[in-house]
């Protein structure tokens, strides 16, 4: 199966064809009241970048809610998670896009089937160890009561750990299995991914998602207003 074939198809036999279910009728039985993700956009964000991602999430009929607040990412994930009654809760960076209808529902099913979470690859270059991939907060679906059963670890930033990281560290301290969704391709290299690769500006992930990174610059926002357009006209 080619690397970037999305997830949907990864869990496919297992999570519904045993049920004799199309992919659409399984997300519509087992996922109803779950498809809310939080998006949060500080007030220095700029207008296109909202409006590019909304663009597509709106095309592909996705509910979610947009925080305007300047408030730290981590703690603002926290209370998200201490305030929702949803049994799965997503989250997307604003210059985070899912590329295919999917890959969001699909996320979700992972979450429900195997009661863990699931976000894009990531590693945190500027704190020591600076090798450790964990599932970053871009992108990022988790089951809420894996995160009580794991005594509900901070979101926050930590001396060892960025945003989301903590959560990863303590699922592999309690040995509970999670996914993190490798990159594809990459529009301009700027990090390490441990020993894996690369990842940077302009990033797509394995399954279809899109994160811009740095989406403060001018000519990256005309990145990720390109890219937008081009999952909304081909549905790429």
């Known amino acids: 199966m080619a690397l970037d074939a999305p997830i949907a198809q990864l869990d496919r036999a297992s999570a519904y064809e ?24 500080w007030d220095n964000v700029d207008q296109r970048i909202i409006d590019a991602q909304k663009s597509v999430l709106v095309h592909f009929n996705i509910d979610y809610t947009l925080h305007r607040e300047n408030v730290d990412h981590g703690q603002w994930m926290n209370r998200i998670m201490e305030a929702s009654n949803d049994q799965v809760v997503g989250f997307l960076d604003v210059d985070c896009v899912p590329m295919n209808r999917q890959i969001v529902p699909a996320s979700q099913t ?42 509900k670890p901070t979101f926050a930033v930590t001396v060892s750990s960025d945003v989301a990281e903590n959560v990863s560290y303590a699922a592999e301290e309690r040995g509970l299995p999670y996914r993190a969704l490798y990159p594809v391709k990459c529009a301009e290299p700027l990090w ?12 797509e992930f394995i399954g279809g998602i899109y994160h811009l990174y740095q989406s403060r610059m001018s000519e990256n926002m005309k990145m990720f207003e390109r890219v937008c357009e081009e999952v909304v006209s081909n549905e790429v």
Request: charged share 15%; aromatic share 16%; proline share 4%.
């Open 18 to 41: 045993a049920e004799g279910r199309t992919f659409e009728s399984f997300w519509a039985h087992h996922l109803q009241g779950m498809r809310m993700i939080h998006v949060l956009a």
């Open 192 to 203: 390490r991914l441990g020993n894996y690769g690369m990842y940077g500006i302009g990033t």
């Open 110 to 151: 992972y979450c429900v089937k195997n009661k863990s979470f699931i976000g894009i690859a990531q590693v945190s270059n500027h704190i020591p160890p600076a090798a450790h991939i964990y599932a970053a907060p871009a992108f990022f679906f988790i089951n809420r009561q894996a995160w009580h059963d794991l005594d």
